[in-house]
């Protein structure tokens, strides 16, 4: 049988529409395989353990396995690099923390630009910090801590956590928004700053809420203050830094999530919306309130917000506390 030309040119026309349609129908749907979530802190922590409650729920959304893959050190520069050399395809993924806004001020030059390195995706929860004495000690509200410092310049021994940690910085920020003058005390851990405090060798410590919790509810320390805007839900009858007469304060750690920059749009909504529905989720919210997170999910544009305003904040900390960057 002859065929017609006609014949001819509709098959050619349905072979064509069959071909550029392929791709399109064959595309699959993101994820496909294992997703990595950096951390840029070792196992064990607040931030590592909030990483994977969240990425254990994300699993059950996506329906693939979302693996912690911690990269400590360096002021997370090393996680960092890594995730923003890293393919764009949403299987890398960044536990994103103020950490990174600090940084920039600490740091003369960094391997990749924090602002634009990464595509955000949202926030996923705050820690508030709080201000500690022993439980024996002779200050029993915030007020009367900041009396005895502007009667002693100077005098008032002050604990945090490394320089350049947030806690660190909070307590230079301190210092300056309450018009005092304390010696600082940097330590090489939270357990190290707890027992310098019980032992007496600091008045005060500035920590985050989460790990000192434990030793506030034994009765071995006390809280006077939490440095956030509102209170914290696990210590709902201690003040804030601002109820207690340091006007404007107000201090959290965080984290969010990140992929590298160029990550196509619609992976980040897919990713995005996995990890609002793992911060919204009743077991998720309950077990890290118990560590004093506040989980709080956010577009991507409030991420970039939160970074970029962190940047500004943390360097002027950075500048009138004469830290020169490494």
Known sequence: MMTTPLLL???????????????????????????SLVVPFAAGGIADLTARTVAEHMAGTLGQTVVIENKPGAGSIVASQAVAHAKP???????MTNGHA??????????????????????????????????????????????????????????????????????????TTAGIETLVVPYNGSPAVMTALRGGQIDVAVEIVGPMLPQVQAGALRALAVTSAQRNPSLPAVPTVAEAGVSGFDVASWNGLAAPAG?????????????????????VRARLAALGVRLEASSPQGLQTLLASEIQRWGAVIRRAGIQPS
Do not use: C, M
């Open 102 to 175: 600090v940084s920039v001020g600490l740091f003369r030059k960094l391997p990749y630009d924090p602002v634009t390195a990464f595509a955000p995706i949202t926030t996923l929860g705050f820690f508030d910090l709080g201000l500690f004495v022993a439980a024996g000690s002779r200050y029993k509200t915030l007020a009367e801590l900041l009396a005895d410092a502007k009667a002693r310049p100077g005098q008032l021994n002050v604990g945090t956590v490394a320089p350049g940690s947030t806690q660190n910085l909070a307590a230079r920020l301190f210092e």
């Open 263 to 283: 990550t196509p749009a619609d992976v980040i909504r897919i990713l995005g919306e996995a990890a609002q529905a793992a911060v919204a989720a009743p077991a």
């Open 89 to 95: 395809d949403g299987y890398t993924l960044l536990l």
């Open 9 to 35: 040119s509709r098959r050619a026309a349905l072979l064509a529409t069959t071909a550029w349609a392929w791709p399109v129908h064959a595309q699959a749907r993101f994820p496909q395989r294992v997703i």
